[in-house]
């Protein structure tokens, strides 16, 4: 247990992390070693959703981040959680807040050449969505690791990832007191995000990595104001895509179409609602319930893909080997998927199946990937108007929006892509 950073040591397998701390025999610049079976690199939703499914099975995990709590908790990211998700936070005992002060939502509205169209997924599929800020499953999730004694450090910095090629991987990292931790584990978890550190551990010559840049961003916004549509409104317009999406009675979330090198101090409260209420204008007078505006962001726009999702002792799951744009509210969803299916696997390679159980985890995620690639995709190119789109453009655009409001076939193909596929998990 106390083997210098290079010898194999042996991960706890009896579930209870073992704290060693270090002598000069381990190494001089190191505070603390823990041992436990998964290390996992990023403590957002899904990283600390693993921690929660591993925690279940007795399997015992250490998870880290770079950023804050504070700063997780208050990142505005999307609000749509698959119904299948919002149930298995309750059901595996997360929270059940969801059901309180989440909203669920059983159709969308599409809003094109000015007038709405609802699709009614309960009919078409029979599916619903929740309306449930992902900064709340964090918020539920970093509770939950409070409340079941999971070790979770924010804030940390300096971050290494060392020999995933072995056994015995170690992750190294400074707290926010300052101390050198290494963590001991069995496997390690790259659930770190678009900005990943963990994927580039696998070697370039063995990774594919398969991107797509869009000309266009969203510019995020909440605001202090009634709700002006009780489901969610996804506008195409010739003057560019709008989102109206709800967080509260009084607190809504909306989102345009903008620059992506837009600035958002250059917009004033008057310029947001002159710009959202020309997208949605329209014959039957549709009108935007306006407040003062209490946050702003620009959020990009890209596609990606990283293969191999595993390397050794180490898998990737989340943002860290997908990307998807934010039109349909895919990425959490996937994340969480990545996750579930992980949760399984990791238990049988921690079991009596060994490493080779980890074989299973890209196949059976991958699948779900490249539909959620694909359907992000088409949403955004079906909603969004390119600079310079001719009006030929425009009009074909309005063409495929109205096969897809107008045919059964399109309303359930959207109906179902958005609340999501069976699970494979
Ligand atoms: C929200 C974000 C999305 O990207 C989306 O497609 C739907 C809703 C949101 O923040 O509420």
């Known amino acids: 247990m106390t083997e210098g950073p290079s010898g194999a040591s042996a991960a706890s397998t009896d579930g209870s992390p073992r704290d060693v701390f ?62 299948d998700a919002a149930r298995d936070l309750v059901e595996l005992g997360v929270s059940d807040r969801i059901l309180r002060d989440g909203y669920e939502h059983e159709g969308v509205d599409i809003r094109f050449a000015g007038a709405s169209h609802r699709i009614d997924f309960r009919q078409h599929v029979g599916a619903s969505v929740w309306l449930y800020p992902q900064t709340d499953v964090f918020i539920d999730l970093a509770a939950a690791r409070d409340r079941d004694g999971g070790e979770v450090h924010y ?32 496997y390690v978890v790259g659930s770190d995000g678009s900005r990943s550190l963990c994927r580039h551990l696998v070697p370039e010559e063995h990774r594919q990595q398969f991107f797509r840049e869009y000309p266009f961003a969203w510019f995020g916004f909440l605001t202090q ?66 407040g003062p505006i209490t946050e702003k962001s620009v959020l990009v726009f890209r596609s990606f893909v990283q293969q191999p999702m595993r390397w050794g002792s180490m898998v990737l799951a989340g943002d860290a080997a997908h990307t998807v744009p934010p039109t349909g509210a895919r990425g959490l969803n996937l994340a969480l998927h990545d996750v579930k299916i992980l949760d399984g696997v990791l238990q049988r390679a921690l079991g009596s199946t060994g490493e080779a159980a980890l074989d299973e985890y890209e196949p059976a995620a991958l699948n779900r990937v490249w539909r ?10 079906m909603l969004h108007t390119p600079t310079g789109a001719s009006p030929f453009d425009v009009r074909r655009q309005e063409g495929e929006l109205d096969n897809v409001v107008s045919t059964r076939a399109g309303r359930t193909y959207l109906a179902e892509q958005y609340t999501g596929w069976p699970s494979h998990g």
Not at 170 to 184: L, P, S
Not at 258 to 269: A, L, M, Y
């Open 22 to 83: 270090a002598t000069d025999s381990v190494s001089a610049d190191l505070d603390r070693v823990s041992e436990t079976q998964v290390a996992i690199v990023g403590a957002g939703p899904a990283g600390l959703m693993l921690a929660h499914r591993l925690s279940r099975a007795g399997i015992d995990s250490i998870a880290i981040d770079v950023r804050t709590r504070e700063t997780i908790s208050t990142t505005q990211r999307a609000g749509i959680i698959e119904s």
């Open 155 to 186: 804030g940390v910095s300096d971050t290494r990832v060392l020999d995933i090629e072995t056994s015995s991987p170690r992750v190294q990292f400074t707290d926010t007191d300052g101390a050198r931790h290494e963590i001991r584990a069995r």
């Open 225 to 290: 104001a009634p709700m002006s549509a009780p489901e969610l409104v996804y506008t195409h317009s010739e003057h560019g895509f709008a989102l109206i999406s709800q967080r509260t009675e009084t607190l809504q979330r909306m989102y345009f179409q903008c620059d992506p090198t837009e600035n958002v101090e250059h917009w004033s409260d008057r310029r947001i609602w002159e710009t959202m209420q020309q997208r949605v204008a329209g014959g039957d007078g549709f009108t935007l319930k306006e």
């Open 372 to 381: 959620a690639q694909n359907f992000s995709y088409w949403m955004t190119q």
